[in-house]
């Protein structure tokens, strides 16, 4: 990526196999969006179940679009997220190809912010308890989801449900036109 130009940044999502992407903001190095997308959940275990961000930077010469750099939510996060009115905002660092931290043109690290909040759910669950309980008399068969182990903020974990995933906006992009295509 250039030193000099501009960025033409839009968000593209993907979960479950599909993708969505926002508007594209011209010549912006910290864009704000504030677009609203409904998630269904996919099955716990189920592959594509973490929400992949990716900052692309859109080529107004029609070339193809180029990768600025990604961030991923884990599916835990997202069976988690507290519920509509009481949405969780997630800050995330952008990383590059490579796994590194991508850096803006000012130096500092380039983030996505995003807000979660469940808008419907079945089959809610209290997450596992956090201390150490005696055994039971008799052996009983674990039902919990593999990925509801990680406590998410709200208490619970949706087994199935929609998710309301607002990209609110993104810092510190990097400068990728050299000449504002």
């Known amino acids: 990526m250039e030193a000099s130009g501009s960025c033409d940044p839009f968000i593209a999502l993907m979960y479950g196999g599909k993708e ?30 973490d929400l992949e961000v990716k900052v692309m930077d ?38 590059d190809a490579d796994g590194n931290r991508v850096i803006g043109s000012d130096g500092k690290g380039a983030v996505v912010e995003l807000q979660v909040q469940m808008v419907e759910a079945e089959q809610l669950s209290a997450p596992p308890p956090t201390e150490v309980a005696p055994p039971p008399a008799a052996p009983q068969p674990d039902r919990r989801e593999a990925d509801s182990a990680a406590t998410p ?15 609110k906006s993104a810092r510190n992009l990097p400068r990728t036109d050299a000449f504002g295509t």
């Open 20 to 49: 969505a992407k926002t508007s594209v903001k011209t010549g912006k190095q910290d864009p704000f969006w504030n677009e609203k997308f409904v998630l269904s959940l996919v099955p716990a275990g189920k592959p594509g179940g």
């Open 58 to 95: 859109r080529d107004l010469a029609g070339i193809k679009s180029e990768f600025v750099g990604r961030a991923v939510v884990n599916s835990a996060v997202l069976r988690g997220a507290p519920f509509q009115g009481r949405g969780e905002k997630l800050e995330l660092p952008l990383l």
């Open 153 to 167: 903020r709200s208490g619970k974990v949706a087994k199935r449900g929609k998710v309301e995933v607002v990209v």
